[in-house]
């Protein structure tokens, strides 16, 4: 079945350093690929998505290119800011047979210091 | 405004007890989802509603059952509940069910503690 695999965290940074978060897939279809950000006590929200190959979202200075070649969506920020801290989730959503589902890996927690 | 808001945000409860949880979007979205989190923060999906149609139910215990009274409203009862029910449940919905570029939209969730 299809599955998400993102680095385990937490990570750590100091205000300012640049972001990694590694995240591959597998799916039996074309996935699209989404970024969710979770902030202490709220629910997940969209940050970015990409629907096709070599397409690359971007939202907040955050970006992630699909790669296809590389089943890969990996989060990446230049400079991060204290705000930043809360908890990332990379997902797919396949069809299966009851229509679209969107799987979301295990996520990542990100502490940002001043 | 909130777009997706589910009641109660907090639950406590003894084992054996039955509760329910309430689910209202107002983005006119046909599609709406439950999903469970558990205490190291994974997601997992339960069940999907499409127009008030049952579209996914993962493997799921028969002591979960949801409810679509209509496309705007999803509940989630569960009958029952044992230690390991403990989460938080989140609703969300969709624009649809058929595109794989559907974004989801999440309520706050309901942290469920069974005692």
């Known amino acids: 079945g299809d599955s998400v695999t993102q680095m385990e965290g937490p990570v750590t940074l100091s205000e300012e350093a640049f972001l990694t978060i590694n995240c591959t897939y597998t799916a039996t279809g074309y996935p699209s690929l989404f970024w969710y950000v979770q902030y202490p006590g709220e629910g997940l929200q969209l940050l970015l998505k990409?629907?096709?190959?070599?397409d690359k979202g971007s939202n907040k200075g955050f970006e992630a290119t699909y790669r296809k070649e590389t089943t890969s969506f990996h989060l990446e920020k230049g400079s991060v800011q204290v705000s930043d801290s809360a908890v990332y989730f990379c997902a797919l959503s396949d069809r299966g047979t009851g229509g679209f589902k969107t799987i979301f890996g295990a996520g990542t927690r990100l502490f940002v210091k001043a | 405004d909130t777009a997706v808001s589910q009641t109660p945000k907090y639950l406590v409860t003894q084992m054996g007890n039955d509760k329910s949880i309430k689910c209202e979007q107002n983005?006119?979205?046909?599609?709406m989802y439950w999903y469970k989190q558990d205490s190291k923060k994974f997601l997992k999906i339960m069940f999907s509603y499409n127009n008030k149609e049952l579209i996914i139910n993962e493997t799921v215990p028969n002591r979960f059952s949801p409810k679509s009274p209509d496309k705007a409203h999803l509940n989630l009862h569960i009958n029952s509940l044992e230690l390991g029910d403990s989460a938080v449940y989140f609703c969300?919905?969709?624009?649809?069910?058929?595109?794989?570029?559907?974004?989801?939209?999440f309520g706050a969730g309901s942290r469920l503690t069974v005692l």
């Open positions: 983005l006119g979205h046909d599609t």
């Open positions: 990409a629907t096709k190959a070599d």
């Open positions: 969300a919905s969709s624009q649809e069910a058929y595109s794989g570029a559907n974004v989801l939209t």
